[in-house]
């Protein structure tokens, strides 16, 4: 069974700072994995999605890392901004489903 | 024009009633999802379908009932309430079945409230 751990829970910084937001899972046989952000009150967005034969994806100052034989996953924030603030989440993708981890609230202060 | 909608945003009511929750996609996404977000925020995945053909039940209570009537819509029912049932239930879809490299698209969520 897949267990998804997210560090830190919660983390609260002033803006421009590079972040790192970490997540490990138990079960390497995956697809893919999925970084979400999801804002208060409100669904998940989709921000990256690594499939299971590559190794990272950028998108703008968003960058995911997997290496699926130790089970783990980074997704690093460059040049933090308040806008940034939200929770974030990853989901490691199996035959038919993702499985979620519990998140890291982020908090970024001016 | 949204991608995924769900109604109600908001759906209060007391324990032992029936209440269903509608969702349409407009990708034509052939995969349609429900999962649930607890008040610990944590989020599980309840049912799939895949052009309209049921794929996973994940252990939920069978007083749930998803319905497919066609692949942009999956509508769920919940039978006999009970205050746990209270959560944020997101509906999403993908463009196919498996993961792959398929992206799935939330929609808002529909806040359950069970008094």
């Known amino acids: 069974k897949q267990e998804v751990t997210q560090i830190p829970a919660a983390l609260s910084v002033p803006e421009g700072e590079n972040l790192v937001l970490n997540c490990s899972f138990t079960?390497?046989?995956?697809?893919?994995l999925q970084w979400f952000r999801q804002d208060p009150g409100k669904g998940l967005t989709s921000l990256l999605l690594?499939?299971?034969?590559?190794r990272e994806q950028t998108s703008g100052r968003l960058n995911a890392s997997l290496d699926k034989s130790s089970g783990r996953s980074t997704l690093y924030i460059a040049a933090s901004q308040p806008g940034d603030s939200a929770t974030y989440l990853c989901?490691?993708?199996?035959?038919?489903?993702?499985?979620f981890g519990t998140g890291t609230r982020l908090q970024v202060f001016p | 024009d949204t991608a995924v909608s769900q109604t109600p945003k908001y759906l209060v009511t007391q324990m032992g009633n029936d209440k269903s929750i509608k969702c349409e996609q407009n990708?034509?996404?052939?995969?349609m999802y429900w999962y649930k977000q607890d008040s610990k925020k944590f989020l599980k995945i309840m049912f799939s379908?895949?052009?309209?053909?049921?794929?996973i039940n994940e252990t939920v209570p069978n007083r749930f009932s998803p319905k497919s009537p066609d692949k942009a819509h999956l509508n769920l029912h919940i039978n006999s309430l009970e205050l746990g049932d209270s959560a944020v239930y997101f509906c999403?879809?993908?463009?196919?079945?498996?993961?792959?490299?398929?992206?799935?698209?939330f929609g808002a969520g529909s806040r359950l409230t069970v008094l």
């Open positions: 990708l034509g996404h052939d995969t």
């Open positions: 690594i499939q299971s034969s590559q």
């Open positions: 999403a879809s993908s463009q196919n079945r498996g993961s792959g490299a398929n992206v799935l698209t």
């Open positions: 079960d390497s046989a995956i697809y893919n």
């Open positions: 379908y895949n052009n309209k053909e049921l794929i």
């Open positions: 989901a490691p993708g199996g035959t038919d489903k993702l499985i």
